[in-house]
């Protein structure tokens, strides 16, 4: 927060990484693209230093993240009860409920991932083009869209069937790096020079590639799609009851989802629209495996709605478990919706939502 604070102020420190934080127990972010922070900060600026200035992006590219993932599951299949079965399900997720309502990049990364895999598969390079850069504006980690890309720009080019390939070269390259450039305008016009962007990105790949740090409710990739290890982020204690922001996904998700993808795989359902997610939803994060820091669950939420919009075809193609799964998602986003937004509840009844030893 010190740092949308700094970016509201048009304060330098928010770029800079030798400054010493301003408060206890805070410090400026600078490891990640200034996107998001500078979205975030435009909130601010509007609506003042208030609750609401802070969440509203996130709950609004939260919104834009169910749409998006709708238009993506419609491009792909051309069916609308299997795009608005996706779209539902996201939206009784408590992952992408907790992360649309606090101040981080996942949520905008997200989003834009989608829009950039959405136009990628219509072949709207120069819109692909657009989302991708504003994904890698906001985390690096857009960057596993270019493995999607290429693999399927490959097959795509032996089945005989590429088109106009100096105009994608184009729109994947020379856009998305002039919208990535381009997203440090404030930066520039704070003073600093092609030198300090050239610093900065040395300073973010060191701390990247050689963080040693280790936490209590790290989790590694392959764990993620089991929902082995969620994320305390906020806990408030009342005399006789408690509260927190945990980062809990909604298990029927996770794990319907994970059979899903198995099922699919096992049964050979292998379509063009089905290939291209599997594609999309393991180059997404399983490469995250080989990352040298540690990581967190939240980092699964750019590939989550992939495995989403597979479990909606697999609903679709046994239309008789559908409402029942609906209605059992819901039951349980409602469940354990308390458990993400920081409800109190009786300290004694906290051992009814761990259903796993792991998420204690």
Known sequence: MVTIKAYAQNN???????????EPNTAYEWLHPPLAKLIQASSVKVFGNTSFAWRFPSALFGVLS????????LTLFKSRPIALTAALILSLDNLHLTMSRITMNDIFVTTFILLALTFFFKKSWYLTGLFTGLALATKHSAVFLYPIFTLWLLWSARAGTLRAPFKIIYSLTVIPLAIYFMSFI??????????????LHQQIWWYQTGLKASHSYQSTALTWPLLVRPVWFYVKYFPDKIAH??????????????????YTIFKRRFIQPVIFLLLSYGLLFLPLGLSPRILFLHHYLPALPLLIIILAYTLNRHKKFRPWFLILTAVTFFFFYPLNTALPLPADWLKYWFWLPSWR
């Open 66 to 73: 169910v749409t998006a993932v709708y238009f993506l599951a």
């Open 186 to 199: 404030q930066f520039f016009f704070q003073g600093h020079s092609l030198t300090d962007f050239w610093h």
């Open 245 to 262: 922001i945990y980062n809990l996904g909604n298990p029927l998700v996770f794990w319907g989802g994970a059979a899903a993808a198995a």
């Open 12 to 22: 330098p420190a928010g770029y800079e990484w030798w400054h010493q934080p301003p």
